[in-house]
């Protein structure tokens, strides 16, 4: 299966999956009718690694299942290559589910749960032990197919539920958090793994977590759910450098929110004559009091020293709050009076590079220009 990649604007086209106005609410008894979904719209191109990122509640797992076929929409359709999904039960879909518990058959071996959809299709035996053969290799567990599941490691298990998701060869792969059962260090090894078997196989992965990070390693491109609504769609880069709102800006990684008043298209007001200049004429100058946030990440922010900056405009003075030794970075929590707020640096650690200052000290941060963003109100 081929198709054609997001966008700047985080669209797709081709065939693939259409989610169109869908609307889930669950009947709550004695109290107000749950929306965990809400008109929300969706394309998801073909051979595309796509993540559906929020918080817990967020309606992500609700949609999922809606997909999968688990639940059914209370308004709206699912449509696959321009086919509607809404009639066909789950086992018709040429759909498979990984599960956060990976929900293996603890009496089977490794192969026969494998090859339990297979069987169910009526496939050949010949057939079903090929294929067994294939995705073991697939997911490099090759001579594993007799042991049975409890006899795995977790990362093991979790190879032999995307193996039996796979061996069905669907055309999309729904993962539910897969990762989360993981401790980090084989969480880390098992993103790179999910990735690769993505690109081997050709199937869009619609995959499903609160984790940032996941999102940012893995996809092709990131929806960023809250309250049953996507408050933003794009390429993770785009989605960390150009949060368009305050949520998205906070929920992905670490952020410095400012706020002011625009003075003109290109200086925002901090309060009193203290000013923040952008690179370029982004700001609203219809005359009105917009009262605006500002995004920059702790990564883009600096300490300089003396007259040894470049922006003399975005340099303002500051006292060293915190510490925080991260092993690779040190962050640096710096009070700012003049924006009223509280600004975190992230230094890099490198041999013989700069000493961090220490707590209490008097410090300049500067914020350059190009890394400011402003959100939407």
Same mark, same amino acid.
Request: glycine share 10%; net charge negative.
């Given at each position: 299966?081929? @198709?054609?990649?997001?966008?700047?604007?985080?669209?797709?086209?081709?065939? @693939?999956?259409? =989610?169109?106005?869908?609307?889930?609410?669950?009947?709550?008894?004695?109290?107000?009718?749950?929306?965990?979904? +809400?008109?929300?719209?969706?394309?998801? #191109?073909?051979?595309?690694?796509?993540?559906? !990122?929020?918080?817990?509640?967020? @309606?992500?797992? %609700?949609?999922?299942?809606?997909?999968?076929? /688990?639940?059914?929409?209370?308004?709206?359709?699912?449509?696959?290559?321009?086919?509607?999904?809404?009639?066909?039960?789950?086992?018709?879909?040429? =759909?498979?589910?990984?599960?956060?518990?990976?929900?293996?058959?603890?009496?089977?071996?490794?192969?026969?749960?494998?090859?339990?959809?297979?069987?169910?299709?009526?496939?050949?035996?010949?057939?079903?032990?090929?294929?067994? +053969?294939?995705?073991?290799?697939?997911?490099?567990?090759?001579?594993?197919?007799?042991?049975?599941?409890?006899?795995? *490691?977790?990362?093991?298990?979790?190879?032999?539920?995307?193996?039996?998701?796979?061996?069905?060869?669907?055309? =999309?792969?729904?993962? +539910?958090?897969?990762?989360?059962?993981?401790?980090?260090?084989?969480?880390?090894?098992? $993103? /790179?793994?999910?990735? $690769? !078997?993505?690109?081997? %196989?050709?199937?869009?992965?619609?995959?499903?977590?609160?984790?940032?990070?996941?999102?940012? =390693?893995?996809? +092709?491109?990131?929806?960023?759910?809250?309250?049953?609504?996507?408050?933003?769609?794009?390429?993770?880069?785009?989605?960390?450098?150009?949060?368009? *709102? &305050?949520?998205?800006?906070?929920?992905?990684?670490?952020?410095?929110?400012?706020? @002011?008043?625009?003075?003109?298209?290109?200086?925002?007001?901090?309060?009193?004559?203290?000013?923040?200049?952008?690179?370029?004429?982004?700001?609203?100058?219809?005359? $009105?009091?917009?009262?605006?946030?500002?995004?920059?990440?702790?990564?883009?922010?600096?300490?300089?020293?003396?007259?040894?900056?470049?922006?003399?405009?975005?340099?303002?003075?500051?006292?060293?709050?915190?510490?925080?030794?991260?092993?690779?970075?040190?962050?640096?929590?710096?009070?700012?009076?003049?924006? #009223?707020?509280?600004?975190?640096?992230? !230094? &890099?650690?490198?041999?013989?590079?700069?000493?961090?200052?220490?707590?209490?000290?008097?410090?300049?941060?500067?914020?350059?220009?190009?890394? !400011?963003?402003?959100?939407?109100?």
């Amino acid at each position: 299966m081929t @198709g054609e990649r997001a966008g700047p604007t985080g669209t797709v086209s081709g065939t @693939g999956l259409a =989610i169109r106005r869908v609307t889930k609410v669950f009947d709550a008894a004695g109290s107000t009718d749950v929306r965990a979904v +809400d008109d929300l719209s969706l394309e998801i #191109g073909q051979n595309e690694f796509f993540t559906l !990122l929020g918080p817990s509640g967020c @309606g992500k797992t %609700t949609l999922l299942r809606m997909i999968a076929g /688990l639940e059914q929409p209370t308004a709206g359709e699912v449509l696959l290559d321009g086919e509607p999904l809404q009639d066909l039960p789950p086992y018709r879909r040429p =759909i498979n589910t990984v599960f956060q518990s990976y929900a293996l058959f603890p009496h089977m071996s490794v192969g026969e749960n494998i090859a339990f959809g297979l069987k169910m299709r009526g496939l050949d035996s010949a057939i079903i032990a090929r294929k067994v +053969d294939e995705v073991l290799a697939l997911v490099r567990l090759e001579g594993l197919a007799e042991r049975r599941p409890a006899q795995l *490691s977790g990362g093991q298990q979790q190879r032999v539920a995307l193996a039996r998701a796979l061996a069905n060869e669907p055309k =999309i792969l729904l993962l +539910d958090e897969p990762l989360s059962a993981l401790d980090l260090k084989l969480r880390k090894q098992m $993103r /790179l793994e999910l990735k $690769r !078997l993505q690109k081997a %196989t050709g199937i869009t992965f619609i995959f499903v977590t609160h984790d940032q990070e996941e999102a940012l =390693i893995m996809s +092709d491109r990131v929806a960023v759910l809250s309250e049953g609504r996507v408050l933003q769609l794009g390429p993770p880069e785009e989605i960390y450098r150009r949060p368009r *709102s &305050r949520f998205v800006a906070d929920f992905i990684g670490d952020t410095n929110i400012i706020l @002011g008043h625009p003075k003109d298209a290109e200086r925002l007001v901090l309060g009193g004559a203290a000013e923040l200049r952008f690179a370029a004429a982004v700001l609203p100058t219809d005359g $009105r009091d917009h009262a605006l946030s500002v995004a920059i990440r702790p990564e883009s922010c600096r300490l300089v020293n003396g007259a040894a900056y470049d922006d003399l405009a975005n340099v303002f003075d500051g006292r060293v709050r915190e510490i925080e030794y991260l092993g690779a970075d040190t962050c640096v929590l710096v009070d700012v009076e003049a924006l #009223g707020a509280s600004i975190t640096v992230r !230094l &890099r650690n490198t041999e013989g590079g700069a000493v961090p200052p220490r707590e209490g000290e008097t410090v300049r941060v500067s914020l350059p220009a190009a890394a !400011l963003w402003v959100l939407e109100p």
